[in-house]
């Protein structure tokens, strides 16, 4: 990548009088924005294996979520280090512009609403046994939100830099961890044993915690609260239009990837992410 000549609010100025307000048109080499942005290798990136029209969009969309995936990654690994300075409100702060990631991720399955069985099936069988179940960086973010299971690290062995970070993910503290550490070090009584627990097992949920997210939503920390609701109501809903764009498209037939499809993702739907969030509001 061409290094970008930066400019200050003062070259700009100067520019946009020398153009008389208009845009600048010539460059000795490639645009500035084309050089930032990667266009042309991002552009290559399409390589469909099929000549269905619509597998182009199926792809596309695809490699959208993935981009996301990762933002959302860098994001909650910021967010994790502001947790752990206790900067609460900066860390509110960037999990809210991820509540603000997801509903653009979300949005993106507006672009396969279209897709029906008859259009699927003319580019499925070509992808093999591809699934997004397969993709790294969503499991790395379903770490991150605390769906944590190390069965689900090993299609990734054969990916060695893909398996480390998995496994680091694995025993690593997720986002909610990283809260609830945070919670404990502020003075509430979030008990041992959760703080102690084993990171790479499943988090049970527990009724001290319960009893603590009730505290905390009387208190100066509730906005960090309802942001984290927030992020789990969007994670919900991301499941549940996944679920919907495969009942669409191909009903209840076995998916790619080997699973049994419809069934699997409607028991994916039922593990709730922050889960005392949700149940400390009966106490409230």
């Known amino acids: 990548m061409t290094a970008i000549k930066q400019l200050t609010e003062q070259d700009r100025k100067a520019r946009a009088e020398a153009n008389d307000g208009l845009p600048t048109l010539g460059f000795e080499a490639g645009t500035p924005y084309d050089e930032y942005v990667g266009t042309a290798a ?55 512009r991820t509540v603000r990631h997801f509903e653009a991720l979300n949005a993106a399955w507006a672009a396969l609403s279209w897709l029906t069985p008859a259009q699927f099936n003319t580019f499925r069988d070509a992808l093999g046994e591809g699934s ?30 893909a398996h480390r970070e998995l496994v680091e993910a694995l025993h690593r503290p997720s986002l909610y961890d990283s809260v609830l550490a945070m ?33 905390v939503y009387a208190g100066p920390l509730a906005p960090l609260a309802e942001t984290l609701t927030d992020l789990a109501e969007q994670f919900s809903d991301w499941r549940y239009r996944h679920l919907m764009a495969v009942r669409r498209s191909m009903g209840a037939k076995p998916g790619s990837g080997g ?23 009966t106490l409230m």
Do not use: C
């Open 42 to 96: 991002l552009h290559d990136l399409q390589h469909t294996v099929t000549d269905a029209p619509e597998e182009l969009a199926f792809l596309v969309t695809t490699q959208v979520m993935e981009l996301y995936f990762g933002l959302l990654r860098s994001e909650w690994r910021l967010a994790q280090r502001q947790l752990d300075e206790d900067d609460v409100n900066a860390a509110t702060w960037t999990i809210r």
């Open 259 to 281: 699973s049994s499809g419809l069934s699997w993702l409607e028991r994916s739907m039922r593990r709730e992410v922050f889960p005392e969030l949700w149940t400390a509001r």
């Open 183 to 215: 919670l404990a070090r502020a003075g509430h009584a979030i008990p041992t044993s959760v703080l102690e627990r084993d990171l790479a097992a499943e988090y049970e949920p527990s009724a001290e915690v319960e009893a603590v997210w009730a505290e």
């Open 132 to 161: 997004g179940f397969q993709s790294a960086l969503y499991r790395h973010v379903d770490f991150l939100l605390g769906n944590k299971s190390e069965a689900l690290i090993r299609p990734h062995r054969r990916n060695p830099e």
